[in-house]
């Protein structure tokens, strides 16, 4: 996988016409610079550069007790060790390729792309100072947002068998689930079924999965609570699992029923199905080419055109190593987004598409689902939810 | 914990007389600033910040679908959430407190103070910009390193469990292994033992722990391979595990008796000893007021004496939450060590000490023990090896 990336790498260098991409990182497992896993696939301790040239070179500049975890790998076929400081083993290198455009890994836009901390950048300029290689930094963000997105088919696999494997955790929890349940117990269901497949949380434990249930509660990012699930709930679910290093990411809503009641009442069924056409029609309207806002105004415009108040947060972001991964973003122009309501929808992305409705009186109607987009289209990596669970 | 690290930090404020301590991050699961894990205890999202002040202010400005994972926390008592943009409320809390110096979250020289990606810096100067706050900023290395350094009497009690811990799976492995088992057969014991005790590892699975034996072994930060315990070898191994969050890291060394032998040849007992003394030596010297470098001199110049090659690392490191954890550092005056050799060493920090010594033909001899520094010495928080264990 990571041979494969390396490959796309070079070919994406080559199209941006940038000659040299270079990780300068340090202590890796103390701040991890989520490119690593992508291209390097292991850690280092001591200031090092993994360099990624146009023309195919693989060279890792390693403090010297850091090269034998790597030369295991295999993966850089050039290895230069040093002992007292990386300077002049990087200095001789950058002479040797010299690079015209060196791409390196900060970004405002994408925080996947943002790995080198403020206090390596200024030590790579002081470093750098007083050779001509100073002025010929620029951002990496295209090199990694173009690589991080494009997934290979292999990668596409992955994402796929992990919402295989959510959407039937879904089915399979109906059988535990019950009114008068508390969120923890819950989430407690979802975990055991999540162990007995051998699979990871694709998330931080303590909201991975969430829960939420009825109008008090907290509806998105938060863990479960002891709120219990009541007649006239509406209740909803957030989880993803890792299955070979691969995200799900989905939702699902349940109503609970009160005594007497046969189906939801009118407003919850009308958020429902305001979700799930929300989700159909912006599905349809993803391909090649559009912007990532005008994606997130299909579904923005079709749940406030019913009178409902607009979902506080973007309608989809792509997937893949994480949860949340790559630049491209379907969001609406606000300012916390910054220039990635214009990003553009390009082939190979994986989107989750997850407006919501806060429905006063019974809590949120949600559902996310992951499409990968096609030559002119999307197909779904997760079966789509269409039909409200009943409790 | 955190609690009580956020008032120490106040305490550390007022120390320096910085107003304002802020910590900016954002998608806090993909790039960690791991000071979140001393004064937080959650992730973010979106854009945030989280703000202590010299007069004892938590205030946390957050994206809005994160505040109820907060406000569940109930570490910062002001929490002010937003949703198009951090800019606003962030300026507004800025003027009501008016900071005249504000410590933010990055560090050339300490990696655990560098949480700040470059990116997300640039972001921030953008937000301040006609602000008289642009240029008030400082790092806040100074304020992290000593809330690292200053361990609390509950964090050494989980460090020395933690080692306590370890040196038992020492004594526990002696039972298992035999001449002749590979480097990972080793590992696996190991692991087994740890399972055992419920406990995690201290860092990466990929070499946590590791395994060196015989003079063909990598001898540091790699993972254990198919090489075989043979007669003649030293072998030694690198393993730390975590109680509550805190770490050890410890180092013992083995060798491996040849057919008639009766105890190790005169040379390895020669680098064992060396090693063993260089400990006990640098510990007898290691007190407050000292400089870290001056310490690594005092094992360093104890091996060359010896005749033996110089150790191609520092003597030691802090320990905490991270097995690398904090700014003061006892190593030579290197360039990749920054201005780390002049750290001052303080009270209530914890260091390793782990000078090694290679044995040519036999493979590497190395301890490694853990310290707090107390009023005017050390307390050894793990028990030291005195004698080379024997296969």
Redesign the interface.
């Known amino acids: 996988m990571i041979r494969d990336k390396i490959e796309q790498s070079i070919s994406i260098l080559q199209e941006l016409n940038i000659d040299l991409w270079m990780i300068f990182t340090?202590?890796s497992?103390?701040?991890?610079?989520?490119s690593l896993d992508l291209v390097v696939g292991?850690?280092v301790?001591?200031?090092s550069a993994f360099l990624i040239g146009k023309g195919g070179e693989k060279i890792a500049i390693l403090?010297?007790?850091?090269t034998?975890?790597h030369e295991?790998l295999g993966i850089y076929n050039e290895i230069v060790p040093?002992?007292?400081?990386?300077?002049e083993p990087l200095i001789e290198t950058l002479k040797k390729l010299d690079p015209k455009k060196i791409a390196i890994n900060?970004?405002?836009?994408?925080?996947?792309?943002?790995?080198?901390?403020?206090?390596?950048?200024?030590?790579l300029c002081?470093i750098l100072e007083g050779t001509p290689y100073a002025n010929r930094l620029i951002?990496s963000e295209g090199v990694v947002s173009r690589l991080r997105s494009r997934k290979t088919e292999p990668e596409i696999r992955n994402i796929e068998r992990a919402c295989t494997e959510t959407v039937d955790l879904f089915a399979k929890m109906n059988d535990h689930i019950r009114t008068g349940m508390t969120e923890k117990e819950i989430a407690a269901v979802m975990v055991k079924i999540m162990e007995d497949k051998g699979l990871e949380r694709a998330?931080?434990e303590?909201?991975c999965p969430a829960v939420f249930t009825g109008p008090e509660s907290?509806?998105?990012?938060?863990?479960p609570?002891d709120r219990t699930m009541e007649p006239g709930h509406l209740m909803n679910v957030d989880f993803g699992m890792r299955f070979e290093g691969y995200c799900s990411d989905l939702q699902r809503t349940w109503y609970c029923l009160k005594p007497g009641e046969m189906e939801p009442p009118a407003i919850v069924m009308k958020a429902f199905n305001g979700i799930r056409d929300a989700i159909r029609m912006s599905g349809e309207f993803l391909k090649p080419g559009v912007k990532g806002k005008e994606v997130d105004a299909v579904a923005r415009g079709h749940i406030t055109s019913l009178g409902f108040d607009e979902y506080?947060?973007a309608l989809g972001h792509q997937i893949g190593r994480?949860?949340?991964d790559g630049a491209g973003l379907l969001c609406p122009a606000?300012?916390?987004y910054?220039t990635r309501p214009d990003s553009i929808v390009e082939e190979g992305q994986c989107y989750t598409l997850e407006p919501r409705i806060t429905v006063p009186g019974h809590g949120v109607a949600t559902m996310e689902e992951i499409v990968v987009v096609t030559k002119d289209g999307v197909r779904y990596l997760s079966e789509p939810q269409t039909k409200i669970m009943l409790l």
């Not at 040093?82 to 300077?87: F, H």
């Not at 900060?106 to 030590?123: C, K, M, P, R, W």
């Open positions: 340090r202590e497992s103390t701040v991890h610079d989520p292991g850690n301790t001591w200031a403090g010297s007790l850091d034998a975890a295991e040093y002992v007292k400081g990386i300077t900060f970004s405002v836009n994408d925080e996947t792309a943002d790995g080198l901390t403020h206090g390596q950048y200024l030590l002081n951002s998330w931080d303590d909201h907290a509806g998105a990012h938060a863990g609570t506080p947060h994480h949860a949340h606000w300012e916390r910054g």
